[in-house]
């Protein structure tokens, strides 16, 4: 029987997937967005979507939901959002800002966890941060968890990722059960930054997108984010994996019925003839002095993905950036390339929120890698699932937060694009336009 994990602010499940992988089954995403919660249904529909705040939960009712009954839940995963310090004198945990982490503190305890795995940025380990992280391990053992102890940054791009990405992991463990161990490097990160002896160079940005069709190619791609094509190129070892086309691309993980000869998430962008010319003179990996683009190079990885703003914060679009090959961004699918999701997982139709759901998650390879240690902690053997699965309804990737807060019968939470005049907000909309280089929408 696979083991049973729990996503906590599971996004679109970078996470899930990289714990699938290493042979868990998800029995529950916990998640209050409802365009995430939309996605994650389409690529994991046999997990239970739980659309709410993790404030308003009981561990029961995520039992519940997930219809396991008394089996143990052997990991929860997920990385709450953290960003109050409190004055000199209290403790930063005690901040209203910071209280999603005590919830996962909690939830983690009320669900009896095997073990966990916290996961956030690399700036919690420095300077005034590190008491955060102090805290922390006091809440986890007064609630009955040891922890992992020096933590540490683990970074995708050693993980087989082509991006320089860096995030902090906690790991921990109940009181009696053997404390998971960080999962050792597998690749260098390749163009020369951060390289550790003795490993072998990772895949580079062209290993990623070299086999991908131009969506400048596909007048269907205007209104749509994806086309039927035969105009795949030939795959590099890491290109293979995401395609599926290797014996070991589903890992320990459940195969998908899909359509490879479909391209996905790959709508294009208009961009301005005088952006073009500057994302063309810009070096790779330099930064286009205007929009502040990373371009990226043929044989080196990414800069890190980031997730721009969601709704309630003015839905600032995630800065893309600039294909090594074309005068242009890179598209969502591209972007999942580099973070290392396979081509049948799919994101939401617009750029905006696709874009989003791709830097807001965890690299599935570096999740994968940290699954399987906890895995291992737990005298777990991965199987690989006998059966396929098939994916969700594609109607849940076109929903905007109305309809998908509709469909999950749930209120949708508060956006400033909501609140916006008509014309303000179309200003907004062509200011944002013009600094990512595309043509304005109303001017």
Not at 158 to 182: F, M, S, V
Not at 231 to 242: D, K, Q
Request: glycine residues 10%.
């Amino acid at each position: 029987m696979r083991p049973i994990g729990i996503d906590l602010f599971a996004g679109a499940g970078g996470m899930s997937l990289g714990f699938e992988q290493a042979g868990f089954d998800i029995a529950a995403a916990v998640e209050i967005d409802p365009v995430h919660c939309a996605v994650h249904k389409f690529n994991f529909p046999r997990t239970a979507i739980v659309p709410r705040s993790v404030q308003s939960l009981s561990g029961a009712e995520i039992v519940e939901a997930a219809g396991i009954g008394y089996r143990p839940v052997d990991c929860v995963f997920g990385g709450a959002p953290c960003q109050g310090f409190s004055l000199i004198g209290h403790r930063i945990l005690d901040d209203p800002r910071n209280r999603l982490v005590r919830e996962f503190v909690r939830l983690v305890a009320e669900l009896g966890a095997r073990t966990f795995v916290f996961e956030n940025v690399k700036g919690l380990t420095v300077g005034r941060h590190r008491a955060f992280l102090d805290e922390l391990v006091t809440e986890f053992s007064a609630a009955g968890y040891d922890v992992r102890t020096p933590w540490r940054v683990l970074n995708a791009g050693h993980y087989g990722t082509p991006q320089h990405r860096e995030r902090l992991i906690l790991l921990g463990a109940r009181k009696g059960e053997r404390l998971p161990d960080y999962p050792d490097p597998t690749t260098n990160i390749a163009g020369g930054r951060h390289r550790m002896d003795g490993l072998p160079d990772g895949p580079t940005c062209a290993d990623a997108l070299g086999d991908l069709p131009d969506a400048e190619s596909f007048g269907a791609l205007t209104d749509s984010d994806s086309v039927e094509t035969s105009a795949f190129g030939n795959p590099s070892a890491y290109a293979t994996a995401l395609r599926c086309l290797a014996n070991d691309a589903w890992h320990s993980g459940y195969v998908r019925e899909w359509n490879p000869a479909i391209l996905t998430s790959s709508a294009r962008t208009e961009h301005t003839a005088i952006s073009r010319r500057r994302f063309c003179a810009t070096e790779p990996g330099a930064v286009e002095p205007i929009s502040r683009f990373f371009k990226l190079a043929a044989a080196g990885v990414s800069n890190t993905l980031r997730a721009g703003t969601d709704g309630a914060r003015g839905a600032f679009t995630s800065p893309r950036p600039i294909h090594y090959r074309y005068d242009r961004c890179v598209t969502v699918r591209e972007m999942a390339r580099l973070h290392g999701f396979p081509d049948w997982f799919r994101f939401n139709a617009t750029k905006w929120h696709g874009a989003r759901q791709i830097g807001n998650a965890v690299p599935p390879p570096l999740a994968n890698a940290v699954a399987g240690g906890v895995a291992a902690s737990l005298g777990i053997e991965p199987t690989r699932p006998a059966r396929a699965i098939l994916l969700g309804d594609p109607a849940l990737l076109s929903l905007d937060l109305s309809g998908a807060a509709e469909h999950f019968g749930v209120e949708a939470p508060p956006s400033r694009r909501d609140r916006k005049s008509g014309a303000k907000k179309r200003r907004q909309i062509d200011i944002e336009r013009e600094r990512l280089g595309e043509q304005p929408a109303y001017a």
